[in-house]
């Protein structure tokens, strides 16, 4: 089934002259896990922002299910029906790392006491120990962030999640144990996972490899 | 708690100093607020208050005298006039004659019903006010009418004896003089033989006094200029009254006092607006500038799709959190280090909070919202 669809998107940078996604097209199916690679630059965090509903497409459109997004609450459909994890982490400063985790669930309504409990259970599979759960996100190496960062997104509980570089700061170790989370996410949850990254290793995981030159998109 | 109230909460705690510094500013600008408000009406009421007053002495003749009455640039006039040549024989040959109950030190009155300091010194009746050591001796008592000549007052006595004259003639010639003179009605009785050769008569009354000389010459006359910037004005007018008149008068007219309260309450009245303007603008300014500081948590929160609105009141409500509580503290400071009249400061204060409140709700809420609308990507790119 058809999660998400890129129909002929274009997108330039307000101020910028050439186009940083020339006419991308793709289906996203639900239950696959996609790989984007391609080197820096090429457009592969803005064509994600696209996906994740942070930006609209200059030329083109994006569709959940039937839906364009252009007719939806973007609003809502970052909340509830997209999670992302950035390749900068993007954690809330001001909040633990717990409370970062449990912020998505309880803005979609769910009871405190369980968005902390499935909080400290996902914190604990992506690897950070329960005495790690009440410190701030600065008092993290870029790692440890970066799998809060992970964490927040396996808790929310959105039919598609989108990665980008979620692996750059870990070691292999870790690398594996979260790909095997995302890939668990697509096939067992029938979600669908959008990870873009520079690691072959983790591209070998994907279902199928996208690869992104100069803004063009094709599929391997 | 929803997590905006916890997130609200951690806006105000996480970060302490920038709460702080917020709060202090916030204070300092109240606290400035308020001392220049107390000021301004402490030098408001002293300017409105400032009574400059022109003593003139030396004998102005009591024409001149009411030629500047009515000038329109005095009121209020308090005259004194010295019998030098007084014959009574109870007094030693010098009889004050005064306009005002006011120029009295201390001594209690004993008022006939119905009067009073104020009755008395505003009256236009023909009532007198003398020593009660005087009148004892004299025979008057409170309510009886005193004939004042030119040498005095006559004594009840001497009023029995005028009477008593047989001589038709003299009679005559008593009683022309008689209507000449004005009868004052005795309406206090002093209780202080300090004043037993003074006697006090309103000043509307002195225009009876015509008789007593031709030119009945005021020892001491003294006005309060009713606008005292036009203190000039008067010195010229009375430099003209005063050009036909052969004794040398001297007025004392000193306005520097009153010119250096002008000028204070003059500097303060310009300083006041634009102090407010620049405690509303810093206000409004420096929550926007805290806000701007923190975009890229906006921006995050706009990624986990909080709403633009939800975002700019988060940030807006931290920051007039801080403001009120600081706003109060300055307050507070003003009514302690100042201890103005809080009924008049109160009213103003309210305002003041008020517009301080919606600037800074203004300032960091466009800031919250210039915020929002950027482009998430953009500012999530980015590490720091
Ligand atoms: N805010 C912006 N304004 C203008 N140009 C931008 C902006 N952000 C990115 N770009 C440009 O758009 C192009 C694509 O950037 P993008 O971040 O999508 O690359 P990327 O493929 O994710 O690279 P990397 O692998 O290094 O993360 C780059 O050339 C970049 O310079
Ligand atoms: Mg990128």
Redesign the interface.
């Known amino acids: 089934m058809s999660a998400l669809t890129l129909q002929n998107v274009s997108y330039t940078?307000?101020g910028g002259t050439t186009p940083v996604v020339k006419s991308a097209s793709c289906n996203f199916e639900t239950g696959k896990i996609y790989a984007v690679v391609g080197p820096s630059g090429s457009g592969k965090?803005?064509l994600l922002?696209m996906l994740?509903g942070?930006?609209m497409p200059g030329e083109g459109d994006v569709v959940l299910g039937d839906e364009n997004l252009k007719n939806l609450d973007l609003?809502?459909?970052?909340?509830?029906g997209v999670s992302?994890i950035?390749?900068?982490?993007?954690?809330?400063?001001?909040?633990t790392v717990r409370?970062n985790v449990s912020?998505?669930m309880?803005?979609q309504g769910i009871p405190?006491s369980d968005a902390r409990q499935r909080a400290a259970e996902a914190l604990v599979k992506v690897g950070i120990e329960e005495s790690k759960h009440k410190r701030?996100p600065s008092a993290l190496s870029g790692g440890e962030q970066q799998r809060v960062a992970i964490a927040r997104s396996l808790c929310s509980g959105a039919p598609v999640l989108l990665a980008d570089e979620p692996t750059g700061n870990l070691d292999g170790e870790n690398t594996r144990i979260v790909m095997e989370i995302l890939r668990r996410l697509a096939h067992e949850e029938g979600r669908c996972v959008i990870v873009v990254t520079h690691d072959p290793e983790v591209a070998d995981t994907a279902d199928l490899v996208l690869r992104m030159k100069d803004g063009v998109l094709t599929a391997e | 708690?929803?997590?905006k109230g916890?997130?609200l909460c951690?806006?105000l705690t996480?970060v302490p100093v920038r709460s702080l510094l917020s709060l202090v500013l916030a204070a300092l600008l109240a606290f400035a607020f308020g001392a220049l408000t107390v000021l301004r009406g402490i030098y408001g009421e002293a300017y409105r208050n400032v009574d400059v007053r022109g003593v003139f002495y030396g004998g102005l003749p009591y024409t001149a005298a009411q030629k500047l009455e009515k000038s329109g640039l005095v009121r209020d006039p308090g005259y004194e006039y010295i019998n030098r040549d007084c014959e009574i024989e109870y007094h030693g040959g010098t009889l004050y004659f005064v306009s005002h109950i006011r120029y009295l030190a201390q001594a209690e009155v004993d008022w006939l019903e119905g009067w009073d300091e104020a009755a008395f010194d505003s009256s236009d009746e023909q009532v007198c006010v003398m020593s009660a050591g005087s009148a004892l001796m004299m025979g008057f008592s409170l309510g009886d009418p005193v004939r004042v000549e030119e040498t005095g007052y006559t004594s009840a006595l001497a009023r029995e004896l005028d009477k008593w004259q047989t001589d038709e003639d003299w009679n005559e010639t008593l009683v022309v003089r008689d209507q000449r003179r004005p009868r004052m009605q005795l309406v206090g009785l002093i209780q202080s033989d300090e004043y037993d050769n003074t006697l006090y008569i309103p000043v509307t009354a002195w225009k009876h006094f015509y008789w007593i000389s031709n030119q009945l010459t005021l020892d001491l006359a003294e006005y309060s200029l009713t606008d005292y910037h036009r203190a000039e004005e008067f010195r010229e007018y009375a430099k003209e009254v005063l050009s036909h008149v052969q004794n040398i008068v001297k007025l004392e007219l000193d306005t520097s006092y009153a010119d250096r309260i002008y000028n204070i309450h003059r500097l303060i009245e310009t300083l006041y607006p634009l102090t407010i303007g620049a405690a509303l603008l810093l206000g409004g300014i420096l929550p926007g500038l805290t806000v701007l500081h923190v975009s890229r948590?906006i921006?995050?929160?706009?990624?986990?799709?909080?709403?633009?609105g939800a975002c700019t009141g988060l940030y807006v409500m931290a920051q007039i959190l801080c403001a009120f509580v600081g706003l109060a503290l300055g307050f507070l400071l003003v009514l302690l280090i100042q201890r103005p009249d809080p009924g008049t400061i109160v009213r103003l204060f309210g305002l003041y909070i008020a517009a301080h409140l919606a600037a800074c709700a203004a300032g960091s809420g466009i800031f919250a919202w210039l915020c929002a609308r950027k482009?998430?990507?953009?500012q999530?790119?980015?590490?720091e």
């Open positions: 940078y307000p965090s803005t922002s994740a942070l930006d609003d809502k459909y970052r909340r509830e992302i950035f390749q900068a982490f993007c954690l809330l400063p001001l909040l409370e912020l998505p309880e803005m405190e701030f | 708690m929803s997590w916890r997130y951690r806006l996480r948590e921006s995050i929160l706009r990624a986990l799709g909080v709403k633009t482009h998430v990507l953009a999530l790119q980015s590490k």
